[in-house]
């Protein structure tokens, strides 16, 4: 068998001219994409550039208006959407959330809690969470089904930063645990960076991409270390100062 070919098999999802449009407006177009088992892929970009669509394109939540996302045969998913709100007055524990909307087995959601550093959650009330415990929990709930693809957007949103390093920290093992590949949605570059084997940067359509050391050469990804948000600003930046109405190709980065 061909190197190629065997590279091919394993392919988690593969994206083809990805477009979608809302309404007449293009929100991603001619997005080409593929993952492999084991990457940590972060998608960046400024606030409406498409990055929850392209993620909820990738879980057949939304249609293609044209191209192909092929997804490896039986793949398992697993989903963490942005910013999920739960009725803070509805009386629920951690347990009980797992098992909804379907019974899940005991022992596979312990091991979920476990896998996701949540385990001493289990009987307390979702309403009682801190965000950074939330977020630990709807980690378990995305790791029931032993994911081959992990799909997270925005999960540190609210966290401080040694809680969004202690998220991070946690995917990468989870990773290295299950075995399964990681794409992420994140505004916080300076602290993913680290954690990534490949950056993303989305404004419709690919403006760049490559690997973290690479982009870490470049001044402005320097700039990122210990100036927040505006250090992920600058990145955005030094790739978007060309024309964007998501038409043609992007001939930068
Ligand atoms: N179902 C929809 N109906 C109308 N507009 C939509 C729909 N889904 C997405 N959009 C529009 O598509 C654009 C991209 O939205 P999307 O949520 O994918 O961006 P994003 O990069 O995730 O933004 P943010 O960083 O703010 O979360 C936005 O302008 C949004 O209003």
Known sequence: MSRLRARRMTTLVEVKGLTVRVGDRPVLDNVNFAMQPREIVTVVGPNGSGKSTFLRSLIGAVKPSS??????????????????????????TVDRFLSLPSPVPAETRAAALEEAGAAGFANQQIASLSGGQLQRVLLARALLNAPQLLLLDEPTTGLDQPGQAAFYRKIEEVRDTLGCGVLMVSHELHVVMSASDRVICLN????????PEVVAQAEEYRALFGTGTKGALALYRHEHTHHHHHEGPCDAG
Do not use: A, F
Request: hydrophobic share 25%; net charge positive; glycine share 18%.
């Open 204 to 211: 419709g359509h690919v403006c760049c991409e490559g690997h």
């Open 67 to 92: 191209g192909k996302i092929t997804r490896k045969k039986g793949l398992r998913l697993g989903y963490v959407p942005q910013g999920l709100r739960l009725d803070p007055s509805l009386p629920m």
